[in-house]
């Protein structure tokens, strides 16, 4: 008799997804070949460049090393999830305004950690911010204009809460 391919339910921007395939299979592969995700992208496969960020739990992690057993029970949140085409989360809604992006690329992954960024801290330093994108890698040199564009991204989200309240 043969063995069956494992399963697991793993959640992914709110939704329960059950994926069958072997369990050290990469978060990564399991987004964007099993569900369709293509957001995340491969950038390096090493952990060192950041385009493969996603939000486990909230925090960013480098999806390309990630088991799919280590998600279980826990929320990913994919760029996907940050927000929709007609209301995009703040940062990327600040990164197109600024035109932040060269190729584009990378920014998934830096939307992914600057977002974390500002889930906890909406007024950071510009030092405490490049801080937070310091693992992310942008081959293109726009580094300057992201963190411009984060800033801004930052300060609008703190108009929004003092507008609510």
């Given at each position: 008799m043969a063995e069956s391919t494992p399963s697991?339910?793993?959640?992914?921007?709110?939704?329960?997804?059950?994926?069958?395939?072997?369990?050290?299979?990469?978060?990564?592969?399991?987004?964007?070949?099993?569900?369709?995700?293509?957001?995340?992208?491969?950038?390096?496969?090493?952990?060192?460049?950041?385009?493969?960020?996603?939000?486990?739990?909230?925090?960013?992690?480098?999806?390309?090393?990630?088991?799919v057993w280590a998600v279980e029970h826990k929320e990913v949140t994919t760029v996907e999830g940050l927000g929709t085409p007609e209301e995009p989360h703040p940062v990327a809604q600040a990164m197109i305004e600024g035109q932040a992006a060269q190729c584009g690329y990378c920014m998934s992954g830096i939307v992914i950690s600057a977002a974390a960024l500002l889930t906890e801290n909406d007024d950071p330093s510009e030092d405490e911010l490049r801080a937070a994108l310091d693992r992310n890698l942008c081959r293109c040199g726009a580094h300057n204009r992201v963190v411009r564009a984060v800033l801004a991204a930052a300060a609008q989200m703190r108009a929004n809460r003092e507008s609510v309240r």
């Open positions: 697991r339910t793993i959640s992914v921007n709110g939704r329960q997804h059950e994926v069958h395939t072997e369990d050290d299979t990469a978060l990564l592969y399991v987004l964007r070949n099993h569900l369709g995700l293509k957001g995340t992208r491969f950038g390096c496969g090493l952990s060192l460049c950041g385009a493969c960020f996603v939000l486990v739990d909230g925090s960013p992690v480098y999806s390309c090393d990630t088991p």
